[in-house]
Structure formats: C-alpha cells, structure tokens
C-alpha cells in the first residue's frame, strides 16, 4: 500500500510538482482502479475541501500526459482512469452493468498483439477489451 511520500516520490520522478491535488488524485486512482471522473472529483473533495471540478480535470490530463495515469475509454463508457500503468494490460467489460476488470496479457511481454501488417506504423501499444457479463449480471440473467 503506497504512502503519501510514495506518491510524492512518483510526482518527484517524473518531473511534477508535488501538491496536495495531485496526490490526492494519485491515492484515489489507486484505491479505486478504473475509477470515473466524478468518483475521483468525489474522494479528493471529500479529502481535500474545496477543490474545482476544473483542477481535479487538469491533475488527471497532467498526470495521464506525465505516465502516471493510464486513461482508458471503453466505447460506451466514460473515461476511467488507473495506476497500473506500462504493461498494457488488457481489460474485460460487463456489457450490462459495465464493471471493469484487468486482464493480463495473453501471451507473452506488452505488447502482445503483433499486427499481420503494420502498414509502416511504428506501433508502441495494442488495446484489446474484452467484452461480456459480469458474475454478478450473469446471475441475475440466467435466475
Ligand atoms: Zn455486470
Ligand atoms: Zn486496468
């Protein structure tokens, strides 16, 4: 479990500024993986008071754009964000209610899909997600 000097560290290591939003924001991505916008705006201001809907979106833009933060968007689904970042694991997504888990690669190191043509592109990263239902909607499906 990572510690407020742990995450001062990671904003030290990339060249941020230390603030209390940004490791505000820092704790509450890694409590809550994949967490929403809105869920982040929620725990920071219950932790820090008075903090702007407009200061929690640029601590995420400064902390995705920095590598901190990895940002995924599954179609459907508002932009999410986590702190696993850089080994571009994959995630599997409940059609019906829409929770996310992490999966790792299938076979072998980030990335793991190796285009069949890469058409000339100098490829860094590879999505998958995986799409399904959750347990708990299957469940309820089926009963
Ligand atoms: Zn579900
Ligand atoms: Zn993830």
Same mark, same amino acid.
């Given at each position: 479990?990572?510690?407020? !000097?742990?995450?001062?560290?990671? +904003?030290?290591?990339?060249? +941020?500024?230390? %603030? ?5 924001? +820092? !704790? ?28 929690? &979106? ?5 902390? %995705? ?6 940002? /995924? ?7 999410? &964000?986590? %702190? ?28 793991? +899909? ?8 100098? /490829? ?5 997600? &995986? ?6 909607? @299957?469940? !309820?499906? @089926?009963?």
């Amino acid at each position: 479990m990572p510690s407020t !000097s742990d995450f001062e560290r990671m +904003l030290r290591g990339v060249a +941020l500024r230390v %603030t209390r939003p940004r490791v505000a924001v +820092l !704790s509450a991505v890694h409590d809550q993986p994949h967490a929403d916008t809105d869920s982040i705006i929620g725990v920071v201001r219950a932790e820090l008071g008075g903090v702007s809907h407009q200061a929690v &979106y640029d601590v995420l833009r400064a902390l %995705t754009v920095a590598g901190l933060l990895r940002r /995924i968007e599954p179609p459907g689904s508002v932009a999410r &964000y986590e %702190t696993r970042v850089g080994d571009n694991h994959h995630h599997v997504v409940c059609r019906s209610c829409g929770a996310i888990a992490d999966v790792d690669c299938a076979v072998g190191p980030a990335p793991c +899909l190796t285009p069949s043509d890469d058409h000339g592109f100098a /490829i860094d990263e590879a999505e998958v997600i &995986y799409w399904g239902l959750c347990p708990a909607c @299957s469940s !309820s499906r @089926s009963s």
